[in-house]
């Protein structure tokens, strides 16, 4: 294979709608979330339903691409050039995750000031970094210092740097590199392994030694055709009534959390071996959760789908398209929405007209960045033509 057959593997990613079409809707409900106010309109996002959410989305389809585009690539010899991509990545997320931290801690301790509340300064953690500058610009440089809802770019940042040799591992032994990452996984939450954080004493929000089983599970789907092996199972019947069942009882028990009267109806014991539900560590029921709503979506939606080329859903893939700025900017605007609804109403009506307004900005932005990709960029790509003539392909 050449880098021409691998430009055209990631033209075939691309037009593959339902990762955009999902990525998209996990951008709405990751901005809806974060919003702490907006308890009518959190109402249709996925974490009330069930015991995963869009992290598990984003992490997964993240993985599969990765193995999708790269393996191939790392099978014919170019580990260095998918290396070179997969790192070049990893430092776009860097830089990004560097300058969303520095415009939330400016909007975070501008809001506060304007509005004479110092409660946004402590409840977004970002109080110590404004009273120590010096010693927490260097722990957010390194990754330790996180505000909230700045967590999950850094997973990102550690899960690409390591991808080519996940990659080439699953290239040549798929089925062992998968053990291995589930062998990772127990021991991490067997002996309670974390990246440290600040302050001392804390660690990352999202464990990546942990959260790194459903990335390399995504990518292993994606490497050397290892979804066939698995294709006759999610496409089974009885597969997918225990993932239906596995859905409904999530859904019950999610229940019992908004309306505790519920509570009385689960048995004791049961509480006891589902509790607590670990996000940080990827708790099994969510791991299990995703994978069975996976399958259910999987039959429920192909990917020649009709309503995925509908006008209707084209918001949500071109949001999807652009996944890390609208995740950037759909950050900055829970924020937003948070002080409006905190200072002026948080009535159902203000929560409707907030919700919305992020939402329309974001597939505006969204619309912008598209616009911007149809701009021809007239300049010669130099290391492609130097490549294509080195493996004897026309320009």
């Known amino acids: 294979m050449d880098l021409h057959h691998a430009h055209q593997i990631e033209e075939a990613v691309e037009r593959d709608v339902r990762l955009d ?48 585009i790269y393996g191939p690539i790392i099978a014919s010899g170019f580990l260095l050039s998918a290396a070179k991509r997969l790192w070049t990545r990893a430092a776009h997320i860097y830089v ?28 977004f953690n970002v109080f110590n970094f404004l009273q120590h500058p010096d010693i927490l610009i260097g722990q957010a440089l390194t990754l330790r210092y996180k505000p909230v809802d700045l967590d999950v770019l850094p997973l990102f940042i550690v899960l690409l740097l390591a991808s080519p040799l996940v990659i080439w591992a699953l290239v040549r032994r798929p089925n062992l590199t998968l053990l291995a990452s589930i062998v990772l996984y127990v021991l991490a939450r067997w002996f309670d392994w974390n990246i440290a954080s600040y302050p001392p004493g804390t660690t990352w929000y999202f464990n990546p030694f ?26 089974s019947r009885i597969v997918a009534a225990v993932a239906i069942a596995w859905l409904i009882f999530a859904f019950l028990i999610v229940m019992t959390w908004h309306f505790h009267a519920l509570e009385m109806f689960i048995p004791g014991w049961m509480m006891k071996f589902i509790y607590p539900i670990d996000k940080t560590d990827l708790d099994m029921l969510r791991l299990t959760h995703f994978l069975a709503l996976a399958v259910v979506v999987h039959g429920l939606i192909p990917r020649d789908w009709p309503p995925l080329k509908s006008r209707s859903l084209r918001p949500l893939t071109l949001c999807g398209e ?36 992020g939402i329309a900005i974001m597939i505006a932005a969204a619309w912008l960045l598209h616009r911007a990709d149809d701009i021809p960029n007239l300049f010669v790509d130099v290391t492609n033509a130097e490549l294509r003539r080195k493996i004897g392909r026309p320009n």
């Open 210 to 235: 942990c959260w790194q089983l459903l990335f390399v599970f995504g990518q292993w789907c994606g490497v050397g055709g290892a979804l066939s092996q698995i294709a006759g199972l999610i496409q």
């Open 322 to 357: 652009h996944s890390l700025p609208i995740f950037c900017l759909g950050v900055l605007l829970s924020f937003s929405a948070h002080w409006v609804l905190t200072q002026y109403s948080g009535a159902v009506i203000a929560q409707l007209v907030v919700s919305a307004a």
């Open 96 to 123: 990004a995750h560097i300058m969303l931290f520095l415009i939330f801690t400016a909007q975070v301790a501008r809001t506060s000031r304007r509005l004479d509340n110092p409660m946004y300064e402590n409840e």
């Open 21 to 68: 079409l999902f990525r998209g809707l996990g951008l709405w409900m990751i901005f809806l979330d974060h919003i702490p106010n907006d308890g009518a309109i959190g109402w249709i996002t996925l974490r009330n339903y069930g015991f995963s959410d869009a992290a598990e989305f984003f992490v997964f389809i993240s993985g599969y691409l990765a193995g999708f």
